[in-house]
C-alpha cells in the first residue's frame, strides 16, 4: 500500500499518526517537502518514535527516504522555496522506489500551497490511499468536512480518518456519519509520545490499517 497523510491544518498530529502507521505495517516513511526545522524534522522525529529496540519493535523492514525539497524557513512551502531561491516543481518529486508500504506525509493541510500553482493536494497520485487526521478543537467539524469534500472533489477516496485527541463523541460522530469514512481509530491526548506509546498505538490500528 500507498498510504499518503494529510491533516486538517498544521499541528494536528500528522507525524505521530505518520509514525504509528509506518510502525503498524513496518513501511517505508517519506516526507516529499519538509519546511524547516532540518536538523529535526519529522523524518527525524519519526525515525526515532519507531526505533524501540523491545521484542515488539516492527521497524526493522522500515527504510528512511530523503525530502525532494528540504527548506530552510518553517513557513507554507511556496514561501520556504522563494526564500531559499527555489521553486517546487512537481516534476522533480520522485516517489522513492521501494517493494515495502510506503508511508507518505503532507505538510499542513492539502490546499498549503508549493508554488503559484500546486497544492499539496497536486502530490497525490491515483494509487495513493488516503488518510486524514482531523484533531479534536472547535471548528475542527468544519476543517475535517472540507477537507475531505476537496480531496472527494478531485475524485480522490478517503480511505480513513484518525482522530487525535481525546474522545469526543458528538464530533467523531458527526463527521463519520457526514462523510462515510472509516475511523481507524484515535490517539488520545497523551502526556508524551515515544517508541513504546508508539508501539502500542501500531498495534490497536493493524488490523483496520490492513483492511484499507
Known sequence: MKLFITGIGTDVGKTVASAIVTQA????????VQAGDLQLSDTHKVKDLISCHTER??????????????????????????LDGVTIDLQQIKEPETNNHLIIEGAGGILVPLNDTDCIIDLIRPDYKVIVVSRHYLGSINHTLLTIEALKSRNIAVAGIIFSGDENQATETII??????????RIDNEPYFDANVIAYYADKFRDNLMSL
Open 25 to 32: 505495517l513496518e513501511a517505508d516513511y517519506w516526507k516529499p
Open 57 to 82: 519493535s516492527r521497524s526493522a523492514n522500515s527504510q528512511f527516504h530523503p525530502n525532494a525539497y528540504a527548506l530552510n524557513t518553517p513557513a507554507s512551502p511556496h514561501l520556504a522555496a522563494e
Open 176 to 185: 463519520l456519519n457526514k462523510t462515510g469514512v472509516k475511523c481507524i481509530g
